[in-house]
């Protein structure tokens, strides 16, 4: 295939920008192409990886109509993990935006919820539910690799990972980093869509106090408990530095999402304080945030 140049493919106009959809059997897709659809979106389902330049050059002779699609494809195209791939390439290499968007879940939730609507698993063939998760798991773990964005729905509901998306692509036309910051205990496992784990552990637990016990990391006394623990200051300008160099090097490289996970025992204190630190100094950095607290509430 000849390569053209953004301008020769559209006729003269901007070349549109697509977003891949893509991810785990169960974890949310089809939710996530009708956020981008409320956002005005052109949203295709089901599309093999061959046919997104198809797509794109259809979308081009719009004349600026359909600037934006947003394409779902799964597993069970053919040569899945290396045509996709390659083709996010090939369209990159045209000068489009093309971006890649993965839907994880943990595979108790998944095997729930194929339970659910009484589904088999598209992979699952003659053997168990749990097969077919796995199978697909290994199949697409290149292109979970690869991804722009990861988002882990094990604990949201459709309304929560519509506005996750709505969240991430529905802001202004500039171009920003968005961050996730996340706080989680390590008792409850890691959160699996992070890109950078930090570990607030060795500071002094406030559970161990017992007027801040029943407190959270957003009360003021425990956030000023945490923040003035020998280690904590340092800790924030260190990794702030390090944020800042990943922010940077992820803009050169047309990423523009990144998800931050702070954690400590249980998730409620440190990790908490931490995490809202986090936020206020990535904000400082001109970065959109969005602030959770993953594990506040269970016991």
């Not at 959160?191 to 552990?201: E, F, I």
Request: hydrophobic share 40%; proline share 5%; net charge negative.
């Amino acid at each position: 295939m000849a390569e053209n140049g953004p301008a020769e493919v559209l006729g003269g106009e901007l070349p549109p920008e697509i977003v891949i959809v893509t991810g785990m059997s169960g974890a949310g897709r089809s939710t996530a192409a009708r956020a981008l659809e409320d956002l005005d979106w052109f949203v295709v389902d089901n599309l093999p990886p061959g046919l997104l330049p198809t797509m794109i050059d259809l979308a081009g002779r719009t004349r600026g109509a359909v600037a934006r699609v947003a394409a779902v494809v799964d597993v069970r195209s053919m040569a899945f993990t290396e045509d996709l791939l390659s083709t996010v390439e090939e369209l990159r290499g045209r000068g489009i935006t093309a971006r890649v968007v993965f839907l994880e879940a943990g595979d108790e939730t998944l095997v729930r919820r194929f339970e659910s609507v009484r589904r088999p698993h598209p992979l699952q063939g003659d053997g168990l539910l749990t097969d077919g998760i796995a199978r697909e798991r290994e199949t697409l773990r290149a292109v979970r690799g690869e991804a722009d964005l990861v988002i882990d729905t094990s604990q949201l509901n459709v309304h929560q990972l519509k506005a996750k998306v709505i969240g991430f692509f529905g802001a202004s036309e500039e171009v920003r980093t968005r961050a996730n910051v996340v706080s989680f205990g390590f008792k409850h496992g890691l959160p699996v869509d992070a890109d950078l784990v930090l570990d607030c552990r060795f500071l002094p637990n406030p559970h161990w106090v017992p007027e801040l016990r029943p407190m959270t990391g957003r009360d003021e006394p425990v956030r000023d408990y945490v923040l003035a623990q020998n280690g904590a200051k340092e800790m924030l300008d260190a990794y702030t530095e390090v944020l800042r160099l990943l922010i940077a090097g992820y803009q050169r490289e047309g990423k523009h999402y990144m998800t931050l996970a702070v954690g400590c025992t249980g998730g409620r204190h440190r990790s908490v304080a931490m995490a809202e630190r986090f936020g206020e100094k990535l904000r400082e950095e001109g970065v959109e945030v969005h602030v959770v607290h993953r594990d506040v509430g269970r016991e």
